[in-house]
């Protein structure tokens, strides 16, 4: 364990969250390790969080804004006002597509936005495309649970649905990249659940998704496939 995880933790007054995150060590690789020292680079944060429920993530982008004078909006369909008491987080009860709603209690920028809500590509997608434009060039945007690995048949979390849906999901980033490489970098991590960093690098307006249109089912490559087979 680094030494700067254990401070972490130690500024977590929860108990049970505090708990969560060595109960959990792929949760700690895909968060803490993935983007915890990228954010501690921005002075004065303002971040914007889809998806609280047990308050691992909100614990984090907390610590984040009490060490640096950030402020924290968390939005969530559930009532999860509870979880903390810090004048730096306001918390915002509403589904993550009411952009009237959310637009009317939130700043018009952002350092980071970071999404762990419905994780169906389209949606993804929608949520990402509306609010990436409140991101400032240097900032990041988050996507959680992307890897679809965990879920897949006789896996550790064998999940028709989740595999499915995850897998769609990455696909889905890779086709919005795939039509935007000069706006933005992308970082993948396949720890756990896995998540995906997203760096603004432009203002530009992006683009709509582009299908990657793989080789790998055609005759050319089958073709290729019986070359190598018989040439052993």
Known sequence: MSEKFKKFTDRIE???????????????????????VELMKFENPKILEFGVRHGV???LFLDV????????????VEDYSYQFKNEKWKFIQSKDDNFAKIEAEIPKEFDVIFLD?????EHVSNIFYYYYKKLKVGGLF???????LLYTKNNKHDHFFKEINNHETFKKILNIYNS???????HFNFCDTGAVKIIKRKHDKLNESKIIYSRENTLKNYLRKLYIKFKK
């Open 142 to 148: 988050i996507i959680d649970d992307i890897s679809w």
């Open 180 to 186: 935007n490489q000069e706006k933005f970098d992308i």
């Open 57 to 59: 993530s909100t614990s």
């Open 14 to 36: 929860n108990p049970e969250i505090r708990k969560l995150w060595y109960e959990f060590p792929g949760v700690k690789k895909k968060f803490f390790d993935f983007f915890y």
């Open 117 to 121: 809500t419905i994780h169906k590509s």
């Open 65 to 76: 804004c009490g060490q640096n004078n950030g402020n924290l909006y968390s939005v969530d």
